[in-house]
């Protein structure tokens, strides 16, 4: 069990859990000018399921990006308000509003997405 446990806290993917977590953290990406990727997805979702081994290894590739992911049953108001109305739906959002949308599961065009979207994205500049 301490595996499982010690996976989860390595996890780049953060798990959404309310409208006001959602919030919180898209303002902050935003405020910091950080490119957001959300994975909208169902536990009864197989393809969604199969998905999220390619999610987390995406956001181990991208460290500048935050990668967000949202079980459409317990945060509704967000899947909602996303027009989200099919799952696994992939979101990539700059400056807080939606850029590209990529519905289904397709590991290679959402690593060319964004691929694409982080190369349209100005790095830090510290």
Known sequence: MDGAEEQQ???RVVKIDSAQTWDSYVNQATNEGCP???HFSASWCMPSVAMN?????????YPDVL???VDVDDVKEVASRMEVKAMPTFLLIKNGAP???????????IRKRIDFFVQSTPAHIA
């Open 9 to 11: 806290s390595k996890s």
């Open 53 to 61: 081994p390619i999610f987390e290894e995406l956001a181990s590739s």
């Open 36 to 38: 957001v990727v959300v």
């Open 99 to 109: 850029v590209d949308k990529l519905v289904g599961a397709n590991p290679d065009e």
């Open 67 to 69: 990668f967000l992911t």
